[in-house]
């Protein structure tokens, strides 16, 4: 099983960090975390990395169905999704797959969690396919 969708864009970091959000945005998707790797690395430990951006993404029904089935799902939660600079101008974009998630543990047993990882995973797909 595959644990990401990953689409390659061109444009700028902000560009395609604007982009994703409005895919995401489309399926329901509001970004609740944003980490912005190479600067926090740049403070806390003096190394340097290229630009690399992690958003947490979040369906809030999605997220409620979730974890009024299972709470320690909230392990698992926000989904996350990468946007890393490859090459100037260029931007990879991994999405996190929901199924992937449910094979933490015995999260993938539980049917409502089947189902509403089918449903995000869906909406993630169609986030991607919308870049």
Known sequence: ???SIDVTLKGTMAEVIDKVTEALK????????RIDVDTTLKT???????PYVILGACNPGLAHQALSARP???LMLPCNVVVDQVADGECLVRFIDPNAMM??????ADTTLQRVGAEA????RAAAAAL
């Open 1 to 3: 099983m595959d644990k």
């Open 26 to 33: 489309g399926q329901g998707f509001g970004i609740l975390t």
């Open 44 to 50: 806390k430990i003096g190394a340097d990395f290229r």
């Open 72 to 74: 320690d799902v909230g």
């Open 103 to 108: 094979t933490f543990g015995d999260l993938g």
């Open 121 to 124: 995973a869906d909406k993630i």
